[in-house]
């Protein structure tokens, strides 16, 4: 329990501000993404950056529509050092202004 408090507390440091759902004690936690992110286009991204994320889509169940996020492990990386890099490639991404989610026609 204490390394996952360890672990969202750095998370909620790096991704201050970002749209967050977490537990305390939790090894996961949700992130809202922002409206110029489509789902797929922000997994691909983090993927291509070294980054695996989980889209909400994977968790929908039936027919209902899934939510506008992404799911983050925290208890995937080795290390805290490990985690780190990769909350801060994620938070990149969240600041990130052209977006490859969005379309242009």
Do not use: I, K, N
Not at 69 to 79: P, Q, T
Request: hydrophobic content about 50%; glycine content about 8%; overall charge positive.
């Amino acid at each position: 329990r204490e390394e996952a408090r360890e672990r969202q507390a750095m998370a909620a440091a790096r991704l201050r501000g970002a749209d967050v759902l977490a537990q305390p004690e939790a090894y996961y936690l949700w992130l809202r993404l922002p409206e110029r992110w489509r789902g797929d286009a922000f997994v691909a991204e983090a993927r291509a950056r070294g980054v695996l994320v989980t889209p909400a889509e994977a968790f929908a169940v039936g027919r209902e529509a899934a939510p506008h996020a992404v799911r983050l492990c925290l208890g995937a990386a080795r290390s805290r050092e490990s985690l780190g890099r990769g909350l801060d490639t994620v938070a990149g991404l969240l600041r990130a202004e052209d977006a490859a989610g969005t379309a242009v026609v």
